[in-house]
């Protein structure tokens, strides 16, 4: 660091403690921040939380700096905290649009003391599999073509599916498809994505960006029609200790490189072939010449 | 029949705690034994149910092998008053008594009548204390459900270890007295531990002596009382042994002594003539019958006072003086209440004089006199008693020598 | 090559695996251990007093067994929540949740100790002048012993296991790895990880077998013929 | 405390337990899942420990043995499963789970309680010839049994808390009520599904000690050394002696040896 | 001191263990307590160091109401010898006896020290058995154990709750001569409770009889044996305590005969007329300093033979023959080596004359023979004993009357 001096607003420490989440993803992208922002001549660390509950909190309070998020959950988070669950859960301010809900994320979190960067387009959001076999059979790429089939279709996701607007009853109204019942399995656990494999159920609920579908011989059907929310990520910053230009021009660099597919690769590196994140990290950075190798 | 084959045991660290006995106890037989604290009594009894196993040789139970004897079944067949009372303190003093019973099966009307019926043989009160938990109960109380429990079974062999130890003279006598009735009747076989030699020798159809770890001495409780076969065993015993043998020799005739004998109807003039004669101040009066009226003294007459020198103190009821006359024995004769018939043990007898304050007692053979005792008489019938079985001992250790066997006990220091 | 593939293919057993991480697996044994031991100690020193206070008081008994029931239920992310504006984002939010929880064991095996010594040991200790303290520390504490390390043998293999949920925030030890290999079903990671559990459970628990052992010397001789009869 | 009120709430509003995935259903489910799998655990335990508390032998393996189940967090023990061939069946991963789970404290508390059993009295026991079944049964039991009920207790109430993991899987019970408010940012609900377990738990913990106080063989009998022996009123039997009346003066003899 | 003011004892179930005691026991005296099982011993000692609490009344210590005292301090003044005995388990024998010492702070080589030796005193091995278990111990051991950590810590007061109930007769007299010695060196305020009369007649200095819950006398010893109060004193001490008395009735000059006296060097024909005048069948013998030497016969003479009747069988080596010419006493004369001092028991004399097979025994004065035993001395001696005690006792008793505080116990049934 010799550039610590020429530090602006809010920069405040020379030490930053990056969050992660504890997944796969979440340990990426924390090792990513965490080499841009020591490239950029910082002290750093990570620290795993693996809960919302548990890090937002420690974010606002300065205990965490920074940590990768995800604009729409964020968003929804934040508006449950703010307003309550029940209002949240019908007046929701998270969409399919990034911008939106972008916006919506920094207003709930400014007063709070966050400050997200910019959004990029890498988005790990909600996503729905089947497996290999059923779609083979059924010829499905999309979910329209689920919809367009005569299938019932038993999901494995959360009790909360029922109600979601991008769960069964965005499925049922936008794609048409029929879902004879939700198996609360939980959201891409072991236990849902078994299911599917076992047959007990067909299809289930899960993210863009996981590496594990090989696994249970399961594969992606495609959001054509735009269920799902904008859950871009995005660095998320205690707007005391890093809300600073340097971090956000350290980090923004990454964001507008990232993308989707680069992404699910990157986690497929570690989940399918088990090197460890912060290696996939830096061969990244290094790949993509953000940082030096 | 539990005979005992050089058997030894030896503790884990080492402690000899029996060693080489060999010894057999009889069918029906009582034996008592005795022995310095830590010589090895209770080692002894728990090897006979398997409690514990002998380090060597081996203990036959009506001929078999113990060892070859499901240790369930043995002890089934053998009830055992535990030193340290063990009762099972979440079960009530009834339930505690009728383990066994229950144990064997038997119905719980049945087996709760007879618990009933062994604690009133103890001295407890079933309705009082039947309902309370052991620890409820004082010392005393708990040792004799522990002796309950283990008659509970009726079981043909019995291990009692120190049973009578923590309950009152009077208590233990009772106790004592109840047991030795049972046996008379059901005779068990009985291995009994006690540190009281009396117990021992009034319990015992024979008893065996024990000093560390061995057998000193086994033969009927008079003869180890009257020869004993080692210093050790006379030492232990007691230096008042002879006294002790008060209790098991019994009054014979011989010990009697015959002062002159006059008829309730006799002439007052006659009795003391012929008290005069045979040099004695008092004579034994007996009624028309035959039998045992009392006393009367050779100065008796007119005057009462300074009467019955030497003679027995009973009998407030003067003789009724009137009808038969002046003259009559009758009217100067005393009663006589301090009595006891042949074969009652010398202590009775000196009891029965200190009771009465009497100077000698009357000895009746069912209603007839048979003579008096007196304390001379008491000395000479113990010494006697003490000095036959030295005789015989004697003999015998004489034979032991010769056979080798012998321990090695120096001679008694009688002399 | 062999090795390589092992990962790759995720089998459940991968000595690439043990190789290429051995470092965090040490860490991470360390750190496990660090946390249960020093939650069981310290669940022990506050679990004495309460059960303590429970046997010599008798009303407090209800309140202290419930307070400790009621713990335990807690769940861990509640729990967390709770005691992390006291304790920070640190390893002693860990310790101090499992401390919580290891007192529905101890107290009660504590006070089961307590209940357990004969009357008449402790009456003749009375009778001797045993204060409270002496009474306690002389006489009931070796005669509770075994109970007592009944239940801080339980208390440990509770921790060891529940030392894990500590990976919410990040002070999980072999949790950390548990819990992030299930995400991505790293097979070779939670089987090692788990395998190093049982392993610290199994050796600790004989671990403190020898302890009790060694402090309860006597009871090595109670064991009178020991033919089952 | 917000949370609190608000949690108050959600459990006083009547809409919450009513219905399909309603609080009562899920408490049944919760009741359900902890009786079978303390039921299963404790068939499995107890008749072990106690005979192996019995014979003297074999307790420490035995009990190694079963820490492994427990050693492995039990969220884990249920991914597991749910990858073996059981996975199908949910609720039969749970019981497994939660039954592992139980066995260690059963175990180690019973095969303890066992061996501490006062040597004396068993002796006693062995020596009137019980056979080893009633030595157990009559003797050593009832004196193990509040180290025994200490293990099942704390086995009950840590697997009323545990079985609240059975709705990572899509299981029922309480932890269903605890997962869904999760899911929905609903902090008021978490706390009140918390708080639905720590009631269960309190509830069954109490329970038990009633279960145990009437089974407990030395019911009755007083616990020993809390304080001086009680003093309670109550009529007095008045025992007195004076039965006899006082008689004359004994008359006695002054007589000399013959 | 401790001193019972109307205290009673009622507990939880109703059952009145003790009821309205009211007594003493002076500092430095020893009391024993005996009384039927069940009826309040161990309750009553249990209160003088607060383990139970009375219902009502209370107890003083050096005149302090107990109820006053912190507990803990209290126990410290007060060793407890518990009927159950109560070894720690988890502690060797060393440590158990060691433990008070150490309680109040005492060094550790101090302590330990002393607890060896009191090992010792008990009759225990320090190094063989120091290092046990308890477990490892026999019932006896344990007991003498229990005594030993009792003393250990040299408490000005102690209660012992039947101490020696478990050992054998030679140990248990070891242990009373040991702690009757102990006792008169530092005399200490004891309450003793014992099941065996003739213990408590021995080491009591005062002895309390318990009828259910009640105190039924409080005397010394020989009173109690030799006036029971009541009949349930009478028949509690037993029927035997006229031989109970034995062992407290101390040998008088006036229990004993006079027979003839001869010196050695006398002349045999001078010694055989004496005897004739006095109608004995033989003399006593002694030497130039008038120091007891034997005994001579009537019939003495040429023949050996047919000696001795009524005499003591004593002494093997005969007179010798020879220097003093065949008619000195000394050539006839027999050692007698079955004599006492004056003042020790009748028990003494009667076990020295039947272990000598002797018809009479010597009673000296220090070196001074002052007359002769003879079995019916013997009982005289104990008849007036007897005989003393009740004149004092009824007097007692009618006082008692008068005061009205008798409790209506009946009359000895003497007759
Ligand atoms: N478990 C043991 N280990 C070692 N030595 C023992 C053990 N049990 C007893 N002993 C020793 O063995 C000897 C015999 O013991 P035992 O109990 O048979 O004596 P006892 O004759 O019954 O004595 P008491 O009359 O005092 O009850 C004693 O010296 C005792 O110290
Ligand atoms: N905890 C209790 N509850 C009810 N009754 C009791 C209790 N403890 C003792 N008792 C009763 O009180 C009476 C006196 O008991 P205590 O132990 O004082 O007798 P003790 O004189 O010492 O008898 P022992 O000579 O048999 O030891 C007994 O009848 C006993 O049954
Ligand atoms: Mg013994
Ligand atoms: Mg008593």
Redesign the interface.
């Known amino acids: 660091g010799d550039s610590l001096e020429e530090s602006g607003g809010g920069d405040s420490k020379g030490k930053l403690t990056v969050g ?1 989440a ?3 993803e979440s ?1 990426i992208l924390a090792n990513m921040y965490s080499e841009m922002l020591s490239d950029a001549g910082y002290d750093t660390s990570i ?5 919302r ?2 890090y937002e ?2 974010l606002e309070k300065g ?2 700096d920074v940590v990768p998020e995800y604009a729409a959950t964020l968003a929804e988070f934040l508006n449950a905290k703010e307003n309550g669950a029940k209002a949240a859960a019908s007046e929701p301010v998270a969409s399919s649009d990034v911008d939106d809900t972008v916006a919506a994320l920094r207003e709930l979190a400014e007063p709070r003391g966050l400050k997200v960067l910019e959004v990029g387009e890498a988005v790990d959001q909600n996503a729905f599999a089947v497996t290999k076999d059923y779609a083979a059979e059924h010829d499905l790429k999309t979910l329209s073509d689920l919809g367009e089939k005569d299938l019932e279709v038993r999901l494995a996701a959360g009790d909360e599916c029922a109600e979601r607007p991008y769960c069964q009853p965005g499925l049922e109204e936008t794609y048409g498809i029929e879902i004879s019942a939700v198996d609360p399995k939980g959201v891409g656990t ?1 236990q849902s994505k078994q299911a599917v494999k076992d047959g007990t159920d067909q299809m289930v609920l899960t993210t863009t960006t996981d ?2 579908l090989d ?1 249970f011989d399961l594969v992606l059907l495609d959001d054509d029609k735009d269920l799902q929310n904008a859950d871009n990520v995005l660095p998320v910053v205690n707007a005391k200790d890093a809300g600073g230009k340097k971090v956000s021009s350290a980090l923004n660099k990454l964001t507008a490189t990232l993308t989707t597919k680069q992404l699910t690769e990157l986690n497929r590196k ?5 090197q ?1 994140p912060a290696d996939v990290a830096e061969d990244y950075l290094v790949s993509q010449r953000l940082i030096d190798g | 029949m539990i005979r005992f084959e050089q058997v030894s045991k030896r503790y ?2 080492g402690t000899v705690a029996v060693e080489d006995l060999t010894f057999q106890i009889a069918e029906g037989e009582l034996v008592t034994l005795v022995g310095p604290s830590g010589c090895g009594k209770t080692t002894t009894m ?1 090897m006979v149910n ?4 002998p380090t060597s040789g081996q203990v036959l139970l009506d001929g078999a092998d113990i060892a070859t004897i499901d ?2 079944d043995l ?1 089934r067949r053998i009830g055992y008053v535990i030193q340290q009372v063990g009762l099972f303190p979440h079960k009530t003093v009834l339930e505690n008594t009728e383990t066994v019973p229950r144990l064997l099966g038997h119905r719980r009307t049945r087996s709760r009548a007879r618990a009933a019926e062994l604690l009133e043989l103890v001295g407890l009160d079933p309705d009082a204390h039947g309902r309370r938990y052991p ?1 409820q109960l004082s010392g005393g109380q708990r040792q004799r459900v522990g002796v309950a429990r283990a008659l509970a079974a009726d079981p043909p062999v019995l291990l009692m270890d120190e049973p009578f130890g923590a309950v009152d003279p009077l208590v233990r006598e009772h106790l004592q007295t109840e047991f030795r009735k049972l046996q008379e009747t059901v005779r068990k076989t009985v291995l009994f531990v006690t540190h009281d030699i009396e117990e021992a020798v009034r319990m015992g159809d024979r008893m065996a002596v024990y000093g560390a770890g061995r057998l000193e001495q086994f033969d009927a409780p008079s003869k180890v009382l009257g020869a004993p076969r080692t210093d050790y065993v006379a030492d232990f015993v007691g230096a008042d042994r002879g006294l002790k043998r008060l209790s098991v020799t019994p009054i014979e005739r011989r010990d009697l002594e015959q002062p002159p004998i006059v008829r309730l109807d006799d002439r007052m003039a006659e009795a003391t003539r012929r008290m005069r004669d045979q040099d004695a101040r008092w004579a034994v009066v007996l009624d028309g019958s035959g039998e045992l009226h009392g006393w009367v003294s050779s100065d008796a007459g007119p005057t009462e006072a300074g009467a019955a020198e030497g003679a027995g103190g009973a009998g407030p009821r003067q003789g009724r003086p009137g009808q038969d006359g002046e003259d009559s024995v009758r009217a100067h004769a005393r009663r006589m209440e301090a009595w006891l018939p042949l074969g009652h043990s010398l202590k009775q007898a000196f009891s029965t004089m200190l009771q009465y304050d009497a100077g000698w007692i009357a000895v009746l053979d069912g209603d007839r006199f048979e003579g008096v005792l007196t304390p001379s008489g008491l000395h000479e019938a113990l010494r006697r008693s003490i000095d036959s079985e030295q005789h015989v001992a004697e003999a015998e250790r004489a034979e032991m020598l010769l056979a080798g066997s012998a321990d090695g006990g120096a001679e008694k220091a009688a002399e | 090559m062999a090795s390589r593939s092992c ?2 293919a ?1 089998d459940w057993i991968c000595a690439e ?1 043990v190789r290429s ?1 051995s470092g965090e697996l040490a860490d991470a044994t360390l750190q496990h251990l660090g946390i249960a031991v020093s939650s069981v100690l310290l669940g022990l020193l506050l679990a004495f007093p309460l059960a303590l206070l429970a046997y010599r008081w ?1 009303a407090a008994s209800g309140p202290v ?2 307070l400790t ?2 713990l ?4 861990s ?2 729990m ?2 709770l005691l ?1 504006p006291v304790f ?2 640190s390893a002693a939010v860990v310790v101090a949740g499992l401390v919580l929880y290891s007192l ?2 101890l107290v ?2 504590i ?2 100790g307590l ?18 303290r ?1 009474l306690l520390f ?2 009931e504490l ?2 509770m012993l ?2 007592l ?2 239940g801080v ?2 208390a440990m ?2 921790a ?3 030392t ?2 500590g ?4 002070h999980g030890g072999l ?2 790895l ?3 290999g ?5 097979k ?1 990671q ?1 089987l090692t990880a ?1 395998a190093i ?2 392993a ?3 050796s600790a ?2 671990l403190l ?1 020898v302890v009790q052992r060694a402090l ?3 009871a090595r ?9 | 405390m917000g949370t609190f009120t608000a949690a108050w709430d959600w459990l006083t509003s009547g809409a919450n337990w009513t219905g399909a995935g309603g609080a009562g259903q899920r408490l049944g489910e919760h009741l359900v899942l902890t009786v079978l799998s303390m039921g299963c655990a404790v068939l499995l335990a107890l008749p072990l420990a106690l005979w192996l508390g ?3 032998r074999g307790g ?1 393996l035995a ?2 043995v079963s ?2 189940g ?7 023990v249920l ?2 499963l749910a990858l073996s061939p059981l996975g199908p069946y949910g609720e039969l991963t749970t019981v497994i789970a939660l039954v592992l789970f139980a066995i ?2 059963l175990l ?2 019973a ?3 066992l ?2 059993a ?2 004396d009295v068993v ?1 006693a026991a ?1 020596g009137m010839g019980m056979s ?1 079944w009633q ?1 157990l049964r009559r003797v050593e039991l009832p004196l193990a049994f ?2 025994i009920m ?1 293990g099942v ?2 086995a009950t ?2 697997v ?2 545990t079985a ?1 993991l059975a709705a990572l899987a899509g299981g029922g019970g309480l932890g269903r009520i ?1 997962t869904a408010g ?1 899911n929905t940012y609903d902090t008021a609900q ?2 009140a599904g ?1 708080a639905l ?2 009631a ?3 509830v069954v ?1 109490g329970v038990l ?1 009633l279960l145990s106080k009437l089974t407990d063989p030395m019911r009755g009998r007083t ?4 304080g001086g022996g009680a003093s309670t009123a109550g009529p007095s039997d008045g025992a007195g002696a004076g039965t006899d009346g006082e008689a004359a003066d004994r008359p006695r003899k002054t007589a000399d040896a013959v």
């Open positions: 992660s504890g997944f796969t340990k620290k795993t939380v693996s809960n509950e548990l909190p420690a205990e965490i072991v590496a594990t696994q570690v989940d399918a072939k088990r460890k | 884990a660290d728990k398997r409690l514990i196993e240790p369930v002890r620890d | 990962l790759a995720n695996y991480r008798k067994l419930g029931t009621v335990y239920t807690v769940p992310l509640a967390f929540a992390l920070g984002l529905t064991v009660r095996n006070l089961a209940e357990s010594v004969p009357r008449d040991v402790r009456e003749v200790a009375q009778g001797m002048g045993y204060g409270q002496q002389g006489v070796p005669l075994p109970a390390m009944a043998r339980i293999v509770s060891i296991s529940l894990t949920v990976a919410i925030v990040g949790g950390n548990i819990y992030s299930m995400d991505s079903l790293f070779a939670v788990s559990c049982v610290l459970a199994v628990d004989l077998l309860t010397p006597w001789h109670r064991a009178r013929a020991g033919k089952a009869g | 019995h014979v003297g420490t009990i190694n820490n492994v427990r050693a492995v967090p039990t969220f884990a991914v597991l260690p404290p180690t508390n095969y303890v309680g061996r501490e006062d040597r002796e062995r080893g030595v509040p180290l200490t207790r704390s109430v840590q009323v808390a609240t605890i999760f978490v706390a918390a377990v720590a269960l738990a309190l913990e000690v616990r020993p050394g809390r």
